[in-house]
């Protein structure tokens, strides 16, 4: 970071695979600052519900489960890493039933509530780079960047199954199974997922990965010198 510059927070929301990470990651790098993954904090909650059998439509169910999770986000050179009950589960967390559960979970308020909280004790004193689907909406509304990150369901699920390895016989598959998450983020009563006003659309089909992180970087940095 260079010498006056202030240590912003920036926001990335938008839908499942649009390659919300992989920019947030690189701009946290570039910058020298934290990544956080909201996500991923779902996705403890929605596999340690699936684990115990616990229903993902009951709130107080899940509520109290998550009350008693011991889980931490860590950040680590190639991103960050999740520990719950001690155990690394970084992998497991990015598996489609992970991402299915998760969903089902983030629809209820007890858990936004709960989680939302601490993601803004992770980020409230800047510095941080923080992606999902309300952090310019609700965890930080007065976040000094805001992006709306998103791509074509295809290419998204292109980009999906290379990640998970997954043949392209399963594109159709990969495919519906975002739109369907995509459907129920959005359509949620509790913070749904949606591109505010005061938000920057980045489209990332036609671009590199590279092409977006420089996009992204140089208005970061320009609002970093204001
Ligand atoms: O990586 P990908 O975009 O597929 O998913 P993710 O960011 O790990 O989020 C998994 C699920 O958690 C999403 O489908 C949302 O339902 C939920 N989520 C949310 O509701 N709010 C956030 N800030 C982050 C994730």
């Known amino acids: 970071m260079t010498g006056g510059a202030r240590r912003l927070i920036v926001a990335i929301d938008g ?50 489960l998550l009350d008693g999770l011991d889980f931490a986000l860590r950040p680590a050179p190639e991103g960050q890493r999740v520990l719950l009950d001690g155990r690394d589960v970084t992998d497991e967390l990015r598996t489609p039933a992970a991402g299915e559960w998760a969903s089902r979970v983030a629809a209820l308020p007890e858990v936004r509530q709960r989680l939302v909280e601490r993601q803004r004790r992770l980020g409230e004193a800047g510095g941080v780079v923080m992606d999902g689907r309300d952090i310019g909406t609700v965890v930080f509304p007065g976040a000094d960047c805001k992006f709306y990150v998103t791509a074509s369901a295809a290419e998204r699920a292109r980009r999906r199954a290379r990640e998970i390895g997954a043949p392209a016989s399963d594109l159709p598959e990969i495919q519906r199974d975002i739109e369907a998450r995509d459907r129920r983020d959005s359509e949620r009563v509790h913070a749904p997922l949606r591109a505010a006003a005061d938000m920057e659309t980045i489209d990332t089909t036609g671009l590199t990965a590279d092409e977006a992180v420089g996009r992204v970087l140089a208005r970061v940095t320009e609002r970093a010198k204001a």
């Open 15 to 64: 839908p499942a695979g649009a390659g919300k990470s992989t920019l947030a990651r690189a701009l946290a790098r570039a910058l020298g600052y934290t990544y956080v993954d909201s996500g991923a904090m779902y996705r403890v909650v929605g596999l340690a519900a699936r684990a115990r059998g616990i229903d993902p439509a009951d709130g107080a169910a899940v509520a109290e």
